[in-house]
């Protein structure tokens, strides 16, 4: 891993630390993963869980690796985000939101800011900076000082419709106008961003494993009533889940003639994602992998064969 990236890594585990998450880093002594940082913090009437790709250029990361985080964010209930500092080798602006394959990607200043409560409102779109309008209080505004849709459009230099379509929250405006705006009417009329809200997509599995194993696996899974997403950049190969009871099960395939240090490290870094997410845990192995895995991790995860798995997960 790059000296800046980890530096970038250990920077953020410290903020989330400070403030209350219970934060794992994704990595293992070979491996890079579609996440970096997967942090968790609960409270009686709140919970934030985000998933946190980190890079130096947000351009770093391609869409196949958005997705596969996109995918385990869908299946866990958490938000992914992407931390970075450039763009294209420009620095990116603080306060701003960004987006790469539909996931926001922000400054770590930004992010950092987000931590503390104070939330960006800038975001990126068409080349330029556009806002989020609260129609309710423009409209509260105007009223309040008298103006009518036409004479607030004229002080704005924008058409009757703008106005109409800000208060209806129809249409973004750019940072300029909602600057004037807001010097204007003395009010501030524009939305913050959440960025740790996410609105889910609406994702299938599209791609199935090439192994004979995994495409059986994932066959009989489904017939189980599960939703199933499969991974090449985790430590484990599927999730499956179940929306409606919030059932969750990371599977991980022991193949044979594995590298037993490496699977070894997959299988704890996979122990502590299903720790944090709530999750199962479940080993699939042949006879002779199971008895050597068996010793090796002990008698608390689930080790099966995909030929009895039907008869193992309900």
């Known amino acids: 891993m790059p000296g800046k990236t980890r530096l970038l890594i250990e920077t953020l585990t410290e903020e989330l630390k400070d403030r209350d998450f219970t934060v794992e880093i994704l990595k293992t002594s070979s491996k890079k993963y579609c996440s ?46 992407i931390v970075g500092l450039t763009s294209r080798r420009e620095e990116l602006l603080s306060g701003v939101v960004y987006k790469r394959f539909g996931v926001y990607a922000v400054h770590v200043s930004t992010f950092i800011d987000a931590l503390k409560g104070i939330k ?17 209080n423009l ?5 309040r000082k008298g103006y009518s849709l036409g004479e607030l459009a004229i002080r704005l230099g924008v058409s009757r419709k703008a106005i109409y379509d800000y208060e209806r929250e129809k249409m973004n405006a750019t940072l300029d106008v909602a600057s004037k705006l807001g010097s204007i009417l003395e009010e501030n009329i524009v939305k913050p961003i959440n960025i740790f809200e996410w609105k889910r997509e609406k994702i299938t599995e599209n791609k199935l494993p090439r192994k004979s194993l ?12 599960y939703n199933v997403f499969c991974f090449s950049r985790m430590p484990f190969d599927m999730i499956a889940f179940k929306e409606k009871d919030d059932k969750k099960i990371l599977i991980k395939v022991v193949e044979k003639n594995i590298k037993i240090e490496e699977a070894l490290e997959e299988i704890e870094l996979s ?7 709530s999750s199962n845990i479940v080993l699939v192995s042949d006879r002779d992998t199971k008895k050597l895995v068996r010793d090796e991790v002990g008698d608390d995860i689930d080790i099966l064969n995909n030929s009895n798995i039907k008869d193992e997960i309900v």
Do not use: H, Q, W
Not at 48 to 70: A, F, Y
Not at 139 to 143: G, I, Q, V
Not at 215 to 225: A, E, M
């Open 214 to 225: 995994l495409r059986g696996l994932y066959y009989n899974i489904k017939k189980l009533g």
């Open 139 to 143: 409209k509260e505004a105007r009223l």
């Open 36 to 81: 970096d940082i997967l942090a968790l913090k609960s409270a009686r009437d709140s919970r934030i869980m985000v998933s946190l790709k980190c890079v130096i250029d947000i351009n770093e990361c391609t869409k196949k690796n958005v997705g596969e985080l996109k995918k385990f964010c869908i299946s866990t209930d958490s938000t992914p985000l």
């Open 120 to 136: 960006p409102v800038a975001f990126t779109e068409r080349g330029g900076l556009y806002v989020s309008i609260n129609g309710k």
């Open 271 to 277: 122990r502590k994602v299903a720790e944090i997410t």
